[in-house]
């Protein structure tokens, strides 16, 4: 069965943020049910059919400590949203575990943000290869799609769309303000994670980055699809609270495990 886990829920700081003192901080701090590393997921078949390879999506600094959390030694394939810090800065570290198992790594990108990394890590391509996703690639027996999306004050990042056997995903961790044909991959998907950095952030429109939860949920509303987990969270989000979200929302917690392919889930609409 291929399943899902949180490794990472948290927005660019990860909560707590280093030098806040807030309420969740200091709950993420005391007692750990807000504390979010950076956001990233493990995508695992695990059925031994041949076609179940195991894959991450983004590989932030909290890489390391990502795979202890689960237990993990080593995960050879990598999918990449775009070349941001929170999003690659385990990529040195994830290298260097390549180099000491004399394994290339694999990890898959669209052409300018592998461009991105190649400039930002010049020595990687020792112990990685390279390979592109804009013309669609095969991975772990899904047919995976990239295109690139809105981010607002932070330019743009790409989304995955991963489709098997009648089941449809997506992966939208750092989106706002999709125009129409951004959103078009995103229609009567079974599942989305999608980024939520705050419940309604205040910030004027044009300095942000990615969507809030009230934004979110207007877009859900448009789109109908199954069922959708809001990552990339900063510590505006507290866990504790109920915020009246729509059916067919879940704010996503490190850990969790979704199954994908199995459950055909009822539409919102
Ligand atoms: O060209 C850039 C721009 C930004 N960044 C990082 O991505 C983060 C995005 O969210 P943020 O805007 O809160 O913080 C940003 C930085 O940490 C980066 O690595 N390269």
Redesign the pocket.
Known sequence: MNQLTFLGTG???GVPRVYCDCDVCTEARLMGENKRKRSSVLIDGGDGDGTSEQFMIDCGPDWRSQMEDQGLRMVHTLLITHA???HIGGLPEWADACRWLGVKGRLYAPREVIATIQGQFPWLGRHVDFLETDGGIELGGWKVHSWKVCHGH?GYSYAYRLDQGGYSWAYCSDAIDLKTSEKEPLHGLDMLVLGTSFVHELAEFSTR?VYDMREAQELLRELKLGHTYFTHMSHDVDVRQNYNLDQGITIALTGMKVPLGTLKLEMNA
Do not use: V
């Open positions: 927005d660019a700081m941001h810090f929170d932070n980055s």
